[in-house]
Each structure stands twice: as structure tokens, then as C-alpha cells.
């Protein structure tokens, strides 16, 4: 049986923010980490407002609403990345110390951690049916996706803005 696709893409995302955590050193990857999982989390509680807000303009067609949360949700990362890059481009905080690299290696896979978690819960809570299918039938994404949802829950309710999240956190794609 070949293997899944999703498969494929975490154990590469997992491989790649590895390897970019290795070279980039500890510092910069636990900024990167911690900006990440606060635009998750920020995704993931005002997305519902955010969607609720734009309703009267754009409808409140189903796959508009995810539309709009994957677009707020691009938009931030965008802005996070300018910001990331601006600060380390004025500044060199690492030496060339081979324990700052394997930490940055380590902080690296834990980032890799959290983008395949939220790939994971965009994909099924898409609730379009290849994408959906794509989740349970994955053999790391079947076991990753509930532990993932429970982690994301736990942190999203710790940042303001957790009584705005909706029912569900991600909109679904088709009602």
C-alpha cells in the first residue's frame, strides 16, 4: 500500500523546519515558534468574529467563512514572517556554538509540530470530502489530528479572545 500523501508532506515539513532550525540556531527559532503559535491561537479565536464582522459584506456562504479564516490566518503569518526577518536582519544574536544549533534543531522540529497540527485541523475541518478522506485515511495524520485538536483548544483558550471563538474553530468549507 502506498503510503498517504499527507504522510508524505509532515514527514517533510517535519524534515525541512528541522534542518531551517539547525541553521538558523536557537534564538531565532524560539521567536519563531512563539509568534506562530500566537497567530494560531489568534486565528483560532477571532476567526469566527472576524467572519461574523465581514458577513453583512461577503455573504455568509460556507466556504466564504473559511475563506476568510485561511486568508486572516495567511495574512498574519505574512506579517509575522516581515517582522521575524526585519529584527534578525538588523541583529546577530547567534555565535557559532554547536549547542545553540541542535536547540534551534529541537525548537525546529516543535515548530514543525505545530504547523502539521494546524494543517491537520484546517484539513478536516474543511469537511470537504477529499480533504476530509485525506485525514482519516493518513496513517501519522489519524493519530496526530485528536491529540493536535486538544492541544489547540487548551492554548486557544489561554489568549484573550476565547469567549469570540465559534462552535467550531475553523469554519467548514460546505454547510
Not at 2 to 30: A, H, K, S, T
Not at 60 to 76: E, M, P, Q, Y
Amino acid at each position: 500500500m502506498l503510503p498517504n500523501v499527507l504522510d508524505l508532506l509532515i514527514v517533510i515539513l517535519f524534515w525541512r523546519m528541522g534542518y531551517v532550525g539547525l541553521g538558523f540556531g536557537l534564538f531565532r527559532e524560539l521567536l519563531e515558534v512563539g509568534i506562530i503559535a500566537l497567530v494560531m491561537g489568534i486565528t483560532l479565536n477571532f476567526g469566527h468574529y472576524l467572519t461574523t464582522l465581514l458577513g453583512p459584506w461577503l455573504g455568509t456562504n460556507a466556504s466564504t467563512d473559511f475563506c476568510v479564516v485561511l486568508l486572516f490566518f495567511l495574512i498574519l503569518c505574512l506579517a509575522s514572517r516581515i517582522l521575524i526577518r526585519s529584527f534578525f536582519d538588523t541583529r546577530k544574536l547567534e555565535t557559532k556554538t554547536t549547542y545553540l544549533h541542535i536547540g534551534g534543531l529541537l525548537v525546529g522540529l516543535f515548530r514543525a509540530a505545530c504547523w502539521s497540527g494546524f494543517l491537520l485541523l484546517f484539513l478536516a475541518s474543511s469537511e470537504i470530502s477529499v480533504l476530509h478522506n485525506t485525514v482519516s485515511q493518513s496513517i501519522i495524520g489519524r493519530k496526530y489530528y485528536r491529540s493536535t485538536e486538544k492541544v489547540f483548544v487548551a492554548f486557544a483558550d489561554v489568549l484573550p479572545g476565547s469567549g469570540l471563538r465559534g462552535k467550531p474553530m475553523i469554519p467548514s468549507a460546505v454547510r
